[in-house]
């Protein structure tokens, strides 16, 4: 028996925690775009705690997004009154709670209505979790791409625009032509500088229009950085069975997660904030140790495991850490090659971050997919492997194990396993990597070609010469015997 998951049923739902405040006191003061699992398993539960403790309940939620996706999980939160169930799981225990502090989702497409609500004078901070690759940066150079077709529809269209960025521009023109101070833009996603690559993003859009508009927006707007963590794989029918299993709950989109989690934030709000603080948020004056540190050795580290364990045929990510090959090759790339770049973080030991790392990868009760983490490394690769290999070229360091990494993902991106099994299409731009990859099993220098991905690495000859000898040893042995070389210093 299974209770289904609604206001009204919270006082029946003995299995989990439920929101310890009164919801019908909070007031909206976020919009956030992109309700997907990993916003309601971290910032939300931040939320979440801070409303309990009785304090902010003027900062709850109010959700939008622009994606077809964006509608079916809306629908699928509507009928549950905007509450999610969160089960945190570690490899001995496993908790349940109802989290409450969304009151609102704004229905994607209605340009009129989400620009409405960002022009309301409660709405202090718009918030984003729209993936890596929803920025619309080019990946050589990791800029703000203004050609891109979807920009160039916004900028011709700003009384409807169908991205966020254009929807944050409209509202922000709305509130200035109403007198209203400007709210504070706060990116949430895995991206070195997020702050900044939003801030880009939004005056890349304004520049198109109106260079004055522009400089009101550099000058006007704040875009604080932020590094994000926590491990949260994507919701299949398996965690919604458990779910109904263990704790007796009909959630239509529950979210498991681990239990860790990490939140560092610049201080830059001028139109105020909660008290995260009250809950663990950590606020500073300078972000870019903590998010170089965790994009670089856990970000770094994920694509590291992810196609080896892809390539062998590996489903769960706590398989693939069990398996010896895979975990060494982790430890050895982020030992050797990874840690060894990464500047100090205040009060910190980076070995104890990435052997914290690693226990939270074996973690059985994830459930996190190696399929996820070889997901979108057209977009991933540049931001979490290509740099450290690029600079230890630049130091005339041995860049061994990274190029592996990426002959790895050339060999994934061929599209077949080890066993011949067909891998199917995991990048938004797949068929161009799959043509790609077909030219590098004879000719490995037309991996390196995409210019684009790799940028500056193209042109080194060092990495040129790694990344053929891994490439040439996985064709030719496999992954297995090209893991076991490698790890005997014999690659």
């Not at 620009?115 to 920025?135: K, N, Q």
């Not at 529809?153 to 944050?168: H, Q």
């Not at 140790?289 to 856990?298: A, V």
């Not at 990048?427 to 030219?439: E, I, V």
Request: aromatic content about 8%; overall charge negative.
């Amino acid at each position: 028996m299974t209770t289904k998951l609604s206001a009204a049923a919270l006082p029946s739902i003995t299995t989990a925690s439920t929101p310890a405040y009164d919801r019908s006191t909070l007031t909206p003061g976020i919009v956030h775009f992109g309700v997907g699992n990993f916003h309601r398993a971290h910032q939300a539960v931040y939320l979440d705690d801070l409303f309990a403790t009785g304090s902010d309940h003027d900062w709850a939620l109010v959700g939008a997004g622009v994606r077809e996706a964006d509608e079916a999980m809306r629908q699928k939160l509507k009928t549950q009154d905007w509450l999610t169930t969160v089960v945190e799981q570690e490899a001995d225990t496993s908790a349940a709670r109802v989290t409450g502090p969304m009151i609102d989702y704004l229905r994607p497409g209605d340009s009129a209505a989400v620009i409405a609500r960002l022009t309301d004078p409660a709405i202090r901070i718009v918030s984003l979790t729209i993936t890596e690759g929803g920025y619309y940066i080019d990946p050589a150079s990791q800029t703000f791409d203004p050609g891109h077709p979807d920009i160039a529809f916004d900028a011709a269209n700003m009384a409807a625009p169908k991205t966020a960025f254009g929807l944050i521009l409209a509202g922000l023109l709305a509130r200035r032509a109403a007198g209203i101070a400007p709210f504070t833009v706060m990116s949430c996603d895995n991206i070195p500088g997020n702050g900044h690559v939003t801030q880009n993003a939004v005056v890349g859009l304004a520049q198109l229009i109106d260079p004055a508009l522009a400089q009101w927006v550099k000058a006007s707007v704040a875009f604080p950085n932020g590094m994000v963590d926590r491990i949260t794989p994507a919701t299949s029918p398996r965690e919604i069975a458990l779910l109904a299993e263990d704790f007796g709950i009909d959630d239509n989109w529950p979210v498991f997660c681990e239990s860790f989690k990490q939140w560092v934030l610049e201080d830059n709000f001028p139109a105020g904030r909660p008290a995260l603080e009250k809950v663990g948020v950590q606020f500073v004056k300078d972000v870019a140790p903590y998010e170089h540190m965790k994009i670089r050795i856990l970000n770094g580290g994920h694509a590291t495991i992810a196609y080896p364990a892809g390539l062998m045929d590996i489903h769960f990510v706590h398989e693939a850490m069990a398996h010896p090959l895979v975990a060494a090759f982790l430890k050895k790339v982020e030992h050797d090659e990874i840690i060894p770049i990464v500047p100090p973080v205040p009060d910190t030991n980076l070995d104890d971050y990435f052997a914290m790392c690693e226990k939270r990868f074996a973690n059985p009760k994830i459930g996190d997919t190696v399929r996820r983490l070889a997901l979108d490394g057209s977009n991933r690769q540049p931001k979490f492997i290509i740099p450290s290999a690029l600079d230890r070229v630049k130091r005339q360091q041995s860049a061994n194990g990274l190029s592996l990494v990426s002959a790895l993902w050339c060999r994934y991106c061929h599209g077949t396993t080890d066993s011949g099994a067909v891998i199917e299409p995991n990048d938004p731009s797949w068929d161009r990597l799959t043509a790609q990859a077909k030219l590098a099993r004879h000719d490995p220098e037309a991996w390196l070609a995409m210019t684009d991905i790799y940028g500056e690495l193209a042109h080194s000859p060092a990495f040129l010469a790694a990344f053929t000898n891994a490439l040439t040893t996985l064709w030719d042995v496999g992954t297995k015997v090209t893991l076991e070389r490698y790890l005997a210093d014999r690659l």
